[in-house]
Each structure stands twice: as C-alpha cells, then as structure tokens.
C-alpha cells in the first residue's frame, strides 16, 4: 500500500524522534519493521492517506510503503513495516507558503472574523494552523462540522494536484 | 469547536497520560492532531519532555 508521511527536517518522525533510513543510490530505504501487530499510536508505522495530507503538515512529505497488516485509525494508518520510497520534492517552503496564503483567503471568505488571524499564521509560516483555521471557518460558515470536512476535503485535493500526487 | 477535536485545555489534561502511553489510540491521535497545529501546545508538551529526560538523567545522582 502507497500511503504518505510527513516528516520533520532529516526524515525525522514528529513523534516518535526515530531516524527513517532513506533512499540512497536508487534504491528506497531499508523497510522498518514494528514486530508485531500494530496498533495506533503504541506499535507501528504511521502514514495518511491522501484525505489526510493537511492534518499532518511538516517540513517534510514522503511517498512511503506499507506491508503487512494496516490499520485505519482516524486520520492514520498504520503498519506492520514501512519503508521510505521517495521524498516529495515539491513541498517545500514556497509551496507550503502557497498553500497556506490559499487557506487563509478561503478562510476570509468563509467567515471574514477568521481572516486576520489566518493571515497572521501565513506570516508566522503555519500552514497547517492556517488549514486549520479555514477548515473551522468553513464549518461557521456552513453552520455545521460537515463544512469543516468539506474544506479539509478540498485542502486534500489541493494538496494532491500541486505535488502530482 | 468540531466534533471529535481536542481544544488546548484537553491537551494540558491529557498531556501525562499521553507521555506515560496511557490513552487510548483515539485520543493519542487527537493529541498529535492538536500538537500539529498549536505551537503553544506544542512547546508545552516539548518541555515536558525535556523535564522528564532531565530528572531521568538524575537518577543515580547524589549529592557529594
């Protein structure tokens, strides 16, 4: 399975603090094994899928495989074994400033008591806060939690076209 | 707030527990969905962190 990873500076886990062994010499990286079955967020490797991309924003987006057993929990999943199979060049911090200036006219839009702060968190460089943002200003503007989805949704498909995922 | 999120007053009453591996996997991933967009949790939670590696490298210390 194909899933996505972010990841901080140096393909370091956010979390976890693990070193991922990268590509090198045309090759993916060395697979890494959970031993056992694996469960959200105790053993594992974790990865998104592609609706998931802008809960996870980091410095750095990894095309990864899993194998073995796979696990759907909430906005993860997770693995038995995983590997590194590329890094996805084009998110960078242009591209992350792109899509965050994005999200924060789009939160404007949605509910204008929202803009000044998304275009602070532009500024700051948050994208993922100011995706926040404007996925809580879509669900104002709607009245309900299903206009939080819907733009999470759209941030998604965003996300997918601008890196050719 | 949406359903399901964890606001910052959450996180600070779950943050021991999700150092210590206490919740459940639900609310260990809300917990991360909060740490990725709030800096300030974030920061919270990182000296957490420091504080239980410092007092970890104490033990085995005594006085002279």
């Known amino acids: 399975v194909i899933a996505y990873k972010f990841l901080r500076a140096g393909a370091v886990g956010p979390f976890s603090g693990f070193a991922w062994p990268v590509p090198a010499d045309g090759r993916q990286g060395a697979w890494v094994d959970a031993a056992g079955r694996p469960r959200a967020c105790e053993r594992g490797v974790h990865a998104c899928a592609r609706a998931d991309l802008p809960v996870w924003l980091d410095e750095e987006l990894w095309v990864v495989e899993l194998g073995g057993s796979i696990v759907n929990a909430r906005t993860k999943l997770v693995a038995e074994r995983g590997r590194l199979v590329r890094r996805v060049a084009a998110w960078n911090p242009a591209l992350a400033a792109a899509f965050a200036a994005v999200c924060a006219e789009r939160a404007r839009g949605f509910a204008p008591e929202y803009g000044d702060d998304a275009e602070r968190l532009v500024v700051e460089g948050a994208p993922a806060t100011t995706a926040y943002v404007a996925a809580h200003a879509a669900a104002r503007a709607f009245g309900s939690p299903a206009g939080a989805v819907a733009e999470r949704a759209w941030q998604a498909d965003w996300l997918a076209t601008a890196l050719a995922l | ?64």
Request: charged share 30%; glycine share 8%; hydrophobic share 40%.
């Open chain 2, 1 to 64: 707030v949406i359903p399901g999120e964890l606001t910052c007053r959450d996180l600070v009453e779950l943050s021991t527990d999700y150092l210590e591996a206490e919740l459940a996997p639900d609310d260990r991933t809300r917990v991360e969905e909060h740490l990725v967009i709030c800096a300030e949790c974030a920061r919270y939670v990182g000296q957490m962190v420091r504080t239980v590696e410092l007092i970890g490298g104490l033990r085995g210390w005594s006085p002279a």
